[in-house]
C-alpha cells in the first residue's frame, strides 16, 4: 500500500484503481492535476488480478502443456509430462502482484495518491472514507468497473464459483461444468480441457451466439476435439456439491461448477443518489461523449459505463476522462474498439462486417505458408470494405489474431482503401500477411489463393 498524508482537497479524486482508474490518474498527474485514487481492494483491478491477465497466463499454461503431449506428428513424445497445480497458481498469482506493484511504482513516481479504502459520494463534491476521513474534489472519475452477474439456485460461494475462483485453483477439477456460454465460458473451458478436465458448457442459446456463426463454428469443433460438451438451448436447475441438475432431467458430474453468464456494472456503496449522477436501466452510468455525467463534476468510465467491457476501452477512456476533467476539449470518439477471444483458434473482429454497400472477402488460413508449417491451418480471414475500398471492418480466426488485429483497427480508423494494405509489405512468413492476402484478393488479384474463375 502506498500511503501519505491524505489530502483533504484534490484536483481530481478517482474512484476504482482498475485499468480505467490508474491510467486516467497518470494522464490527469502529467496534465498537472492533484490526483487522489481511491481503491478499495488492489491497483489493477479486475483486469490485472482477476480477469484478463490471469486468464491469459493459465491459457498459454495450458497451450504449452497440450502442445508438449500433442505434437507427435512433429516426432515430439513427452511422455511423463505433468501439471503442478501449486506451482501453476504460484506463477500466476506472481504474474499479477508483479503488475500491481507495477501500477503501484507508477502512481507513486507519478505523484499520485493512492488510497487503499471504499469511497463513497457525500456530496457533488466529496467522497467519504470508511476510515472516517473526507476527500473534497473539483472533479471526480468513476471507474469502479463490474461484477459477475449470479443466477437463482446458483449464488457464489464454496459450491458455486465465479470466474476469479475459477482462475485461482490450486488443482486441476475431473469435471467442470460451466454455467454461460460467452467469452469468459469459452476461455475458462478450453484452458481446463487442455489440462485434460471433462467439461461441459451449458448454453442458455448457443455457444458465443453474438458472434459470426462461420468463426464460431471453428471454434465448436476444436472444443468438440478436447472432449468439450456443449449443451444448447439448456437451462441448468439445481446443483449439489458435485454435480448440476438440467432442466431435462440429466445429472452432470462436477467437481467445479463455474458460474459466467456475464457482468453486471459496480454501483454499490457509490452513494449516486447523493450525486446528481444517473444510471440506466441495467444500472449502467449515463454519460454523454465527453464522459461526463449527469452531475457536471463528475466523469465515469470502464465497465461502470456500459458495453463492450473491455480493458482496452476502459484506458482509452481513462486517457480522454483525465484531459476533459483538466479542462480540456475531448469525447470519446474512436471508430473502433477491436474485440479478441482468446479461443482455439482466436477469434479478433475490428469494426463491421455488416452494412449498407458493404462487400466481404475471405481468405483460408490453409494457404498461408506460416499456418501450414506450424500445423495451424484452421481458420481465416474476412475484410470487409465499402465502394470507395475503404476497409470497415475485419475478422481474423487464427493464430496470433490477438496480435494482428491491431493493424486492422488501424487501418479503419485511418480510413485506409484496399489498396493501401494490399501494397503494404508485410513479412514472409508470418500470419500477418492475412491481411495483405485477404485485400489483394479483395482487389481482384489474389496471390496465394485460386477463387475460380
Ligand atoms: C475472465 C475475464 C477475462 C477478461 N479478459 C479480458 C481480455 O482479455 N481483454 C479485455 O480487454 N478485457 C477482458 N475482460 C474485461 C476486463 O477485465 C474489464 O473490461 C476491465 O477490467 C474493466 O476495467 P475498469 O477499470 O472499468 O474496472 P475494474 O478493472 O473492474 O476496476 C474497478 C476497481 O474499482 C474498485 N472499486 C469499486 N468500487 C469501489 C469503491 N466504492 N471504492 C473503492 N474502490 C472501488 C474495485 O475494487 C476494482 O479494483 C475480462 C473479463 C473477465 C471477467
Known sequence: ????????????????????GYVSAIRASQLGMNVAIVEKNKMGGHCLNY?????????????????????????????????????????RMGVSKKLEQGVEYLCKSNSIEIIKDQ?????????QLTNGEELDFKKAIIATGSVPRSIPGFDFGSEVMDYKSALMLDRVPKNMVIIGAGYVAVEIGTLYAKFG??????????????????AVSLVKSRLQELGVTIHPNTV??????DSVRLSDGTELAADAIVSAVGLVPYTQNLGLENTKVSVDGKGFVNVDRSLTTSDPNILAIGDVIGEPMLAHKAIRQGEIAAEVAAGNKDAFD?????????????????????????????FPLTALGRGIAIGETRGFIKIAYDSNQMIKGVEMV???????????ALAIEMGATLEDVADTIHPHPTFSELMQEVAEAALGRPVHFYYGK
Not at 58 to 77: R, V
Not at 198 to 211: T, Y
Open 197 to 214: 478436465t471433462k467439461v461441459d458448457i451449458l448454453a442458455h442459446s448457443d455457444l458465443l451466439s453474438r458472434f459470426d456463426q462461420d
Open 1 to 20: 500500500m502506498v500511503m501519505g498524508s491524505l489530502p483533504e482537497d484534490v484536483d481530481l479524486a478517482i474512484i476504482g484503481g482498475g485499468v480505467g
Open 236 to 241: 441448468p436447475l439445481s446443483h449439489g456439491k
Open 398 to 408: 487464427s493464430t496470433d489474431a490477438n496480435a494482428m488485429i491491431s493493424e486492422a
Open 51 to 91: 480477469a484478463c491477465i490471469p486468464s491469459k497466463t493459465l491459457i498459454h499454461i495450458a497451450d504449452i502443456f497440450y502442445e508438449m503431449t500433442h505434437s507427435e506428428k512433429f516426432g515430439i513424445h513427452a511422455e511423463g509430462a505433468s501439471i503442478d497445480p501449486k506451482k501453476m497458481l504460484e506463477w
Open 334 to 362: 474512436n471508430t473502433v474498439i477491436p474485440a479478441v477471444i482468446f479461443s482455439d483458434p482466436e477469434i479478433a473482429i475490428a469494426g463491421s462486417l455488416e452494412g449498407e454497400g458493404i462487400s466481404v472477402k475471405k
Open 119 to 127: 469511497g463513497t459520494f457525500i456530496s457533488s463534491k466529496a467522497i
